[in-house]
């Protein structure tokens, strides 16, 4: 006897409702539970065929990066929309051949593979750039070029911004930028933690009603959690507005970390003119040119907080900015707010940046590194397995 994979009532083999699939045949009671068994096949067969080609990913894909290392959560997502994957032992197995069809690492809940998971919602992707000749910022110094025309049109009071300190030089100092000419002070990246919403609440209490704030995820966090929460300082201050500019960040590294390594490798900070992380490498230019560095070499220096963030694009700004993805001397632009969509449209139309829409193969290296980033706690999970 068979039995009805639909009812679990058993069937003689001589029903006239069979149906095959997958090499395997399959013996109904009625027409109705064979068309209910055809239909939810013909859904996955369309679901194999739907998956991008760079998501279509093996059973033993997510077998390394979610079975493995404990991360499964046994729901039986994988195994619901695959016949050759099976729950046994509390754990999903391979019990027949994969076409790396990807639909098992795809219905997991952890894994990741959206853009929206990813980098958060946006509006508009860019690779842009500064018209600004004066501005000298990071990459395409766009946030710089952008704050210049925000303040020059009126639409900000202030911007909360960064720059260096002038006693001890490459430690980060929070300011309230009022002028163009302390935002070209702030121009350029600093790989270090800065207290920014003391400097923000001290705008507030000095009267400034629309206030730009610039930081990396973490810091735009802090900002959108005190808006939106139900106890968050400014959800019943309106009369400040806050526009959330967001910077990319993989890691940061505590100051004195920094200073260490340089000086041990015979730089001093004051002769420093920039710092960039790119490809990998910890950079440092100076007047006689770029020292690269591989940058596992600063993982001692690496904020604690660091290996806990997943959030490499600032998916609560309004705007992010980074290096990833656009051209040498671009910077990456997601839009995402409609405030901030319309003003970044503005100072294009108004010459203070020049942008194009962000090519796909470039918005594929900006998912990369947010991946890294999303998955960076299940890395930590690993090594703190072998340790054991």
Not at 250 to 265: L, V
Not at 323 to 338: E, N
Request: a negative charge; glycine letters at 8%.
């Amino acid at each position: 006897m068979k039995y009805d994979p639909v009812c679990d009532q058993e069937v003689p083999e001589c029903t006239p409702y069979k149906f095959e699939y997958g090499d395997q045949e399959y013996f109904f009671c009625s027409s109705e539970c064979m068309r209910s068994f055809r239909d939810m096949k013909k859904s996955v067969a369309r679901l194999k065929h739907s998956i991008d080609e760079e998501t279509r990913l093996s059973f033993g894909k997510l077998n390394r990066d979610i079975i493995k290392p404990g991360i499964c959560t046994m729901c039986g997502a994988c195994a619901a929309s695959c016949e050759f994957i099976e729950m046994r032992d509390d754990k999903p197995r391979i019990v027949g051949p994969c076409n790396g069809c990807g639909v098992c690492y795809n219905q997991c809940p952890r894994t990741i593979t959206t853009e929206e998971d990813l980098i958060g919602k946006i509006r508009f992707a860019y690779a842009a750039q500064s018209k600004l000749k004066d501005v000298r910022g990071q990459d395409g110094g766009v946030v710089t070029a952008l704050l210049a025309y925000a303040l020059e049109e009126g639409l900000i009071d202030c911007a909360v911004v960064t720059t260096k300190s002038e006693a001890e030089p490459w430690k980060p100092v929070a300011i309230v930028a009022k002028s163009y000419g302390d935002l070209l002070n702030s121009s350029g990246s600093i790989y270090s933690h800065s207290m920014t919403i003391g400097q923000l609440m001290d705008s507030i209490e000095k009267g400034m009603r629309s206030i730009a704030f610039v930081g990396p995820s973490c810091n735009i966090d802090a900002v959108y959690k005190m808006q939106k929460s139900p106890s968050g300082f400014l959800r019943l201050f309106m009369r400040a507005n806050v526009l959330r500019l967001g910077l990319f960040c993989m890691d940061t590294f505590s100051y004195e970390g920094i200073k260490e390594f340089a000086e041990n490798h015979g730089f001093s900070l004051k002769d420093i003119d920039a710092m960039k992380i790119r490809k990998g490498m910890f950079e440092f230019e100076t007047k006689e040119g770029v020292e690269k560095f591989p940058l596992s070499d600063f993982d001692e220096y690496r904020s604690s907080s660091c290996k806990y963030c997943t959030d490499m694009a600032a998916e609560n700004s309004d705007i992010s900015f980074g290096g990833i993805g656009s051209p040498k001397g671009y910077t990456t632009v997601l839009a995402r707010s409609s405030i901030g969509y319309e003003i970044f449209k503005e100072a294009i139309d108004s010459g203070f940046i020049e942008a194009r829409p962000l090519e796909d193969v470039e918005m594929e290296h900006v998912m990369h590194l947010a991946k890294l980033k999303k998955v960076q706690m299940y890395g930590i999970n690993r090594r703190d397995k072998k340790k054991c």
